[in-house]
């Protein structure tokens, strides 16, 4: 985590401002206006911490690795009946294994995707319930009961509880952070944003030939481009020697 520049150490500072502000106002006369300036000053921050999963700003983050020759591949929001499979039978006939981070409510419509899933031993990481658009305005009661009955669904299946958590859209915040330290999950992240959920197919695969080792890189399988992307992705990986890896392997 980045030592300097997190949550606790901008709210210290920010106290401080206000505190000096205070001082200015109530000593020097100086204008109300300028308690605009930790308001400011925070609010920044903060919305910047939300945003970007990789800034380490509310808690630890995984979103990068250190190794040779090795790179993460997972995929976010399935199981889907349309596209999941078909990305399975690719991975199978490659001999790949891969991170796949389910919606609880995708995992109870198709148990039986999730389970070849499961079967064909890739990783999987819990990504919430829902996938409610608004997860980081929801109250920690609400959070923590997106992840505890996903976790159940996973365990189900699996027969033991994941560590891994990913959050809807990378977003985080003090309360989503606190929940996931309280349960001890492992915050995963990403480094290789495909951006295949708003980009055209040549666009995505100009962003995934900037692969390098170490990379965490982010697909999703509930779209229909994400086969055609994932063969040729494969491809671009094996010309410049990269493996792949799962979240089992990491964090063990």
């Not at 300097?4 to 106290?15: G, S």
């Not at 399935?78 to 409510?105: M, R």
């Not at 920690?140 to 009961?145: A, E, F, M, N």
């Not at 985080?172 to 290789?192: D, E, F, Q, R």
């Amino acid at each position: 985590m980045n030592k300097i520049i997190n949550y606790k150490n901008i709210y210290r500072v920010t106290i401080i401002i206000i505190v000096t502000v205070l001082f200015l106002i109530l000593v020097y006369k100086f204008s109300i206006f300028y308690m605009l300036i930790p308001f400011f000053f925070y609010t920044s921050f903060t919305i910047w911490g939300v945003f970007s999963i990789d800034s380490q700003f509310y808690t630890h983050v995984i979103c990068n690795f250190d190794t040779e020759n090795e790179i993460a591949l997972t995929f976010d929001d399935g199981p889907n009946p349309e596209t999941t499979e078909k990305i399975l039978d690719i991975l199978k006939y490659h001999q790949i294994k891969a991170s796949f981070f389910c919606i609880g409510t995708q995992i109870e419509k198709y148990p039986e995707i999730f389970q070849r899933i499961v079967n064909e031993k890739h990783t999987i990481g819990n990504h919430t319930w829902s996938h409610h658009n608004f997860f980081a305005f929801l109250s920690y009661k609400k959070v923590l009961q997106e992840i505890v009955k996903t976790n159940a669904y996973i365990y189900k299946y699996t027969n033991k509880s994941t560590i891994l958590f990913r959050p809807p859209v990378g977003i985080l915040n003090p309360i989503i952070a606190k929940v996931c330290k309280n349960m001890n999950l492992k915050i995963i992240g990403w480094n290789l944003r495909s951006l295949d959920t708003v980009k055209s197919k040549s666009k995505v695969l100009m962003r995934l030939s900037k692969v390098k080792a170490g990379d965490v890189v982010l697909l999703h399988d509930n779209r229909q481009s994400t086969p055609e992307i994932l063969e040729k992705f494969i491809g671009i990986i094996a010309e410049i020697k990269l493996k792949c890896t799962d979240f089992n392997e990491i964090v063990n």
